[in-house]
């Protein structure tokens, strides 16, 4: 990962912080950037599992990245990927 991954205690732990607004800004450029559909893939996998607790689904279901992966849905051709993706939006 272009990241440090954090568990989702961590990302729990500090939503209301300032520091998650760093980590999330390097998700949101990691799933945004063009590379592999595995990289994308491990990405989304990444946020899927830190939006399992309610705090962080709700802060981030108001944030930049549901424009950006309905975006990326429109887009993408991997079936894998558009998988993913509506499994998060969901």
């Known amino acids: 990962m272009p990241f440090e991954v954090w568990s989702l205690e961590s990302v ?3 939503i209301e912080t300032v520091e998650i607004e760093s980590h999330l800004h390097e998700v949101y450029n ?3 950037a063009s ?3 595995n990289d994308k893939l491990n990405v989304l996998v ?3 599992s830190i939006i399992l607790n309610s705090n962080v689904a ?3 279901i108001n944030s930049a990245f549901m424009n950006l992966l309905t975006k990326l849905l429109k887009n ?3 079936p894998h990927l ?3 993706l509506c ?3 969901g």
Do not use: P, W
């Open 82 to 84: 558009k998988l993913r």
């Open 87 to 89: 499994s998060i939006l």
């Open 35 to 37: 590379g592999t559909v």
């Open 12 to 14: 729990a732990a500090k």
């Open 76 to 78: 993408v051709k991997s």
């Open 46 to 48: 990444y946020f899927e």
């Open 30 to 32: 990691a799933m945004a």
């Open 58 to 60: 709700n802060r981030l």
